[in-house]
């Protein structure tokens, strides 16, 4: 059983300015709780049908779960079908200080959908890239759409919100910065190295004028289009994959 | 102004039902009608609002067109944020006989998800790619998710649905029929010619037994991952755009 002011409660975690006021989210479905469970970030509460507890019991160690209904779940549920585990989490704080600059840094500028960040998560976990700097206007990594698309990514992604002229400018950063453009070099020809920065753009206006300020080499991926009518461009999370694809064969086929 | 009767008859649209019975389907938005008015699509019906019409007229030409006002817009719109045109389109029969087996096919084995296919369509489009063969459970193009997910690209690109052993059996066959794996040879190192068949699969199950019985070399994108732990796998539409990138890449740079 579950209380109706917990439903509300937990309810009230769809909305951002909620999850920011309580300082919690919402993960569902089986695949993202198990990855959640074996990651660092800390478990407020878990409701599952008892079935799928009496399944994952072992995983479950000291984290506080309630068994309710399915009936129940759906009504907590944030998504259009619900799923047999929710939990909530609470929201981890990253700070930009422990940023590792020898390694990949991958800045999102001003990604508004949370199904691309979601996207974006999944697939730079997929090619072991750990930390993504978002500008302060990007969707929130807690939306429960983003969660949903990372399928479990977000537990091993470091994803930190800051102003990204600040950033940029950090005495840190020794490698390259990269922005992709619609004009630029042909990304296959860049030679990346580890410790490049590789920026991606909003959706619908790209990368804004004061981070492409900051932009060292503009690079673009090549259409190779035959014909001269063809998409105007790619989508968010599609040319993220590319960029990514690339910088790592690059460096892991040298 | 719009009848009743005819605001029920475009709502009706919204469901794959209505549009096979009808043989219609719905664009919403200025870039995908203007991208839509500029092909061989045949266009029913126009609505859209009276300043939309005067601002592109010139390319309205002989469409049957009726101004009406925002708020019905709203009313026949399909999306959460209504657009400021809408056309009611002619769905266009693509005869599999057709297919130009000289020139590169992409082939989707179930892909289920609207917007997937949407960005899939979109990505072919930019990397020039014309010619996409789905399975007969593949979701339909003319889903108003799928549409809108293409940015206008749907009006450039043959989709042809059929039984997929049939086509992959085809005599007219003289390239080699990759199909996209967990397992394979990795992606990177495969010489692509430009009438290769590329197979995707479907989101959460691959590529279906019996397409696989089918396929030539099995392929897969590296991850790189330098960690054990990683995304367990990459989004179709991501793993479709690097696939595209990739071949064109290495037909192209030769």
Redesign the interface.
């Known amino acids: 059983m579950i209380s109706k002011n917990k439903i509300t409660e937990i309810k009230k975690l769809a909305q951002k300015k909620f999850r920011e006021e309580l300082g919690l989210f919402i993960v569902e479905g089986t695949?993202s709780v198990i990855d959640l469970l074996?990651s660092q970030l800390i478990i407020n509460e878990l409701f599952a049908t008892d079935e799928w507890i009496q399944k994952h019991q072992k995983s479950l160690n000291d984290v506080p779960y309630s068994a309710i209904s399915f009936s129940e779940l759906e009504r907590i549920s944030c998504l259009k079908t619900p799923q047999e585990v929710l939990a909530i989490v609470k929201i981890p704080s990253f700070d930009i200080q422990n940023i590792d600059f020898q390694k990949p840094i991958l800045v999102l500028d001003g990604i508004r959908d949370p199904?691309n960040l979601g996207?974006i998560i999944?697939?730079a976990?997929?090619?072991?890239i750990?930390q993504i700097v978002c500008s302060d206007d990007c969707v929130e990594m807690t939306n429960p759409k983003t969660i949903m698309?990372t399928?479990?990514?977000f537990s091993?992604m470091d994803v930190y919100y800051t102003n990204l002229p600040d950033f940029l400018t950090s005495s840190h950063i020794h490698g390259t910065i990269y922005g992709t453009f619609m004009q630029g070099s042909p990304i296959?020809h860049i030679e990346f190295q580890l410790n490049d920065i590789l920026v991606i753009g909003n959706e619908a206006n790209g990368i804004s004028e004061e981070v492409e300020a900051l932009i060292q080499e503009k690079v673009h991926?090549?259409?190779?289009?035959?014909?001269d009518?063809?998409?105007?461009?790619?989508?968010a999370?599609?040319a993220t994959?590319?960029v990514l694809?690339?910088f790592?064969?690059k460096?892991?086929?040298k």
């Not at 976990?125 to 072991?128: E, I, K, L, N, S």
Request: glycine share 8%; net charge positive; hydrophobic share 35%.
């Open positions: 695949k074996s199904g996207t999944r697939t976990d997929w090619f072991g750990r698309a399928m479990g990514s091993r296959q991926i090549p259409s190779y289009a035959i014909s009518t063809k998409a105007e461009s790619l989508n999370s599609i994959a590319i694809y690339q790592c064969n460096i892991f086929e």
